[in-house]
């Protein structure tokens, strides 16, 4: 070969029809080895968890493979259930975007570090994330037969309980459910809120508009989007949320976790096993339709505030 | 164009003792400032001189703390700002996100009740005007900042306002972007005749493209003139320095001539007998020619500027001066020259 | 100068404090003056029995629920901070790729709620028992799902805010190695979002009651109910006591640190 035909081989490369070499085998980088703790961390309490969550749905208790506990969620008394979360959270979830809105746009315009301001922050971020149990208690206590507000309502002959005690029923929930939505809403849309720029305002302004038409045709519609994500947020979080429910209706099972509860703690619910992993199956239909409708929104929301 | 420059007179604005205060800072000491009919006025300074307050009062965003506003002889001084039929163009994020181009374009219109057909083509042909005649479907966050700024242009004029104002619009774009934007805001102005007023604090923007340039200092206008004017006879030391380059170079005054290197130089204004420091612009450095006699300067550093060369030389002294010359002398880090100023008029500082 | 022209009228922002503050804040006034009553009068009788010997069994359970959800929080803070951040932090730096994967992880337990969780938790948390022991400090491994969200929020609102890629670059051009780039570079620029994070995992460790009651382990939450069946104050005392250490923890930071971070609690 002459050098020019050593060089040209050299400068070519592999020539098609030549097999490439083989890589050599590559251990993993010791970087790609510290995704594994997490990795593994997540896989045993979230994966695995929830896949054997919506698993035990389909086997009945000597393991068989069974379609029946799935039929149950067309019981009319776990439909009811729905049912129920479902209002449930429509309502709360508006009552507290609309108040929680309103105490955003009160805040409009106030810096960060204002008293105010830093108060009312660490106040929703307290009652947004305070444990439903305690939150019962401070109901019961502030709503409930022996409460102040009861004994000062019946001085007035107005009885609060004259259709019995619905506090430890489904209605009794809207009051506490309401008290944790709305700092949620503070805290999930107020970003939304600040990220109103004054320079629309103003451009607004110059055009011709006034306050008016800066709100209908600029404010809400750009805010439209961020206020549909919070809503869905809350919705999702009244249908997920335990602990108070667990409480105030320490019998029932009206709603869908309350339903989860009573399946898990008895052997069968319903004259079926394993109704819980159905239930369960059930739960996180809704929540991922509500989720993705959430995330979907969001990444419209985003694109806004750029 | 006839549906966006229809029978709008061309508005005067006048500034009558303008006083703003913020708190206890007083921003705006006493401004006056007449724009004439069809006028491309340009305020320029450093930040903080008040030139966007003062734009600010014009468009009515602020009140001021003393003094009136007026268009066309009305005084405007109470007047809120969605009434004054101003056009503003602000430095970034004024485009609303929600809205695509052409319905941006139109808020104006639809405010003034303006019909939808008659909007859409207004609108329309503003977005022609400005170049975007194509993207009038996109959206803000689908365009680039200089797209976005045309549009936010395109907005402000399809009104046809009494005057245009522009807040610093280009000083958020890259360099390229900026120089042809600013040629297309002049040509636009130009054609359609409006009273504009111009904030920025690039003194060659505001040399590029307008008629006449207000350089403000400390909330007042310090002068206001011609870029040719403020450029050549700057009337005071802050404007010297602010507009242009120049060297500082000591100069003893008598009997109202400086005396700089040797020579003999005329002083721009009233000037007591003393030590100064003149103002010299680049381009009246020399090199001596033969025979001459010169300060003795080493060349530090050289800039090719494509029609001319900027040299920096350190003098004896160890001060540092700039000399403009042409592209065919070519200086050598280390090289010595001889230096003469030319007798053009200077501005001069006192030493102290 | 004049207010933007879309801030509220100060008269507004009055009356909706007012209207939303009343609703907020009455409860809390009414269960105050709950645990205040003693018989037709009012004193700090309750408050004083909790300390009081002669009921000292009553109130057991809650010293020991307390206890465990101490250490608890303990070991959930550990999670957070020796687990997940150093996490974020590797694959913020070096596989930037993943972090669109990690952030939807992140966000999966608001999707799958503790109720749904603990349906699956039961049969690993069985073997737990087996292998661990039935303590209820092992619950932190669930807990620490359940805050992923919320610290994971936190954390990259911090490391997007200081730009962590080009620290670490600079760092690393300056000849550091990387135990030293983590600990000494980047871990002091990411303080207030590590502090947000662990003080939102303390918030809903204390309050938790769902996993741990479902799965029969003693936290404080279950222990106050437990209690509350038998005396009706020290419960409401004690959640009074969690409410204020929450908001006065919070509101500390907030005014010192960087809790803007937090607050993006769900984007």
Redesign the interface.
Known sequence: MTAAGTEAAVIAGPVDGATPRPRARRLPRPAQLGLVPFGAYVVLFLVVPTVLAVATGFFDKAGRFTLDNLSALADPVVLDTFWNSTWLSLMTAAVGALAGALVCYALLGVPAHHPTRSVIDALAGVLAQFGGVMLAFVFIAAMGRSSLLNVWLSGMGINLYAGGNWLYELPGLIPPYIYFQIPLMVITFGPALDSLKPQWAEANLTLGGNRWTFWTRIGLPVLAPSFAASYLLLFANSFSAYATAAVLASQGSQIVPLQIRAALTSETVLGRENLAGALALGMIAVMAVVMTGYALIQRRAERWRR | MASIAPERVATTVVLQGVVKN?GHTQVLHGLNLTIRPGEFVSLLGPSGCGKTTALRLI?????PSGGAILMNGEDVTGV????R????V?Q???????LTAIDNTR??L???KVPRGRARTMAAESLELVGLAALADRYP?QLSGGQQQRVALA??LV?SPKVL?LDEPLSALDARVRVQLREEILRIQKELGMTTVFVTHDQEEALAISDRVAVMQGGRIEQIGTPEELYLTPATADVAAFVGLSSLLLATVTGGVARIWGRAVPVIGAAPDGEYRAFVRPEHLRVARAGESGMRGTVEASIFLGSSRRTELRLASGELVAMQHDVSLRPERGDEWLLVVEPAPVVVRPLA | MRRASFHPHPATRVVIGILVGSFVLLPLLATLEFTLRDGDAHSFVHWAAIFDPAKAATYKPIWVGLTNSVMLMLVTVAVVLLLLAPTMILVNLRFPRLRRSMEFVALLPISIPAIVLVVGLTPIYLVIGHTLGTGAWTLAFAYGITVLPFAYRSIQAAIDAVNLATLAEAARSLGASWPTVVWRVLAPNLRGGLLAASLIAVAVVLGEYTIASLLNRQNLQTALVLVNRQDAYVSVIFSLLALLLCFLLLLIIGRTGNLGAARGKER
């Open positions: 913020f468009a009515g965003l602020e009140e809120p700002t969605n009434r039929d101003i056009g503003m602000f970034s994020y004024s485009l609303f996100p929600h808020f104006g639809d405010m003034r966050h907005r402000a009104t104002l």
